[in-house]
């Protein structure tokens, strides 16, 4: 062999080590992953509220009937009722006319509804009532005011309670003259000091709401009977409600 065919060889060797070293080096680099955007969340709706009265307009002492219907609302409230459904209806007696305001409450915001009940009055009997600085009769007084009744072991005014304090206190405005005694009755059931005590409550109540009308505390005497007087001796509810009451009378 030939010094210049030796050298040729070692050449080729060499070049062809150089090109394995080469493609050696030039790694495949994987491609990235596709972008995926992450889901979207949807934005919050906001709530939406309706309230509705059957009938809009009532005489004292009936009733009305609320409706209401919400969307996109997780709590709902009425003033003075509280807290309530998402959507329902309520019979409700206000003592006078009112309006009752709704909020609904949701992830999106709050909704709000109104509507208003009128409370019709009625207005006291004007015969035979006597002049303003006459005491009247006995007869002519009571049929303007009527007495007040209770529920049992209550001495919260019920709307028909209601209605008599308000005819009670229109009579007593046009007779300034006339003082009253308001005496507070129970039914049978429940000890003699117990009744003593809800009577005078009962009679205080009828008397407070006077006063917020307009009628002088210093006309008005009250005085508990308890159960020791009895409007009506039979054993039923019937005659137990006769009993329970807060009676008018002048004091003469």
């Known amino acids: 062999m030939t010094l210049h065919t030796l050298r040729t060889n070692t050449l080729l060797t060499f070049a062809a080590a150089s090109l394995i070293l080469l493609s050696g080096?030039?790694?495949?680099?994987?491609?990235?992953?596709?972008?995926?955007?992450?889901?979207?969340?949807?934005?919050a709706v906001a709530p939406t509220a309706v309230l509705t009265a059957d009938p809009s307009a009532i005489d004292l002492g009936q009733s009305v009937v609320l409706n209401w219907r919400t969307t996109g609302a997780t709590s709902v409230s009425i003033d003075g009722i509280g807290p309530v459904n998402l959507s329902g209806t309520q019979n409700v007696t206000p003592s006078n006319s009112t309006n009752f305001h709704l909020v609904a409450k949701g992830d999106g915001?709050?909704?709000?509804?109104?509507?208003?009940?009128?409370?019709?009055v009625p207005a006291p009997p004007t015969a035979d009532l006597g002049t303003s600085n006459d005491l009247g009769s006995d007869a002519a007084f009571h049929a303007a005011v009527q007495d007040a009744f209770f529920d049992y072991d209550s001495?919260?005014?019920?709307?028909?309670?209601t209605a008599s304090t308000v005819q009670a206190a229109s009579y007593l405005s046009q007779h300034p003259a006339i003082k009253i005694t308001i005496g507070g009755y129970c039914d049978e059931r429940g000890s003699a000091e117990y009744n003593l005590a809800l009577g005078e409550n009962r009679a205080n109540a009828a008397k407070t709401a006077l006063v917020n009308a307009g009628i002088a505390a210093s006309r008005i005497r009250v005085i508990s009977f308890g159960k020791e007087k009895q409007f009506c001796t039979e054993q039923n509810e019937s005659c137990w409600q006769q009993n329970r009451r807060a009676q008018f009378n002048i004091d003469r």
Request: aromatic fraction near 6%; hydrophobic fraction near 40%.
């Open 25 to 43: 080096c030039h790694k495949k680099v994987s491609a990235p992953p596709p972008y995926t955007a992450p889901p979207a969340v949807d934005a």
């Open 109 to 120: 915001g709050v909704a709000e509804a109104n509507v208003r009940v009128t409370v019709r």
């Open 155 to 161: 001495y919260d005014l019920r709307a028909d309670a």
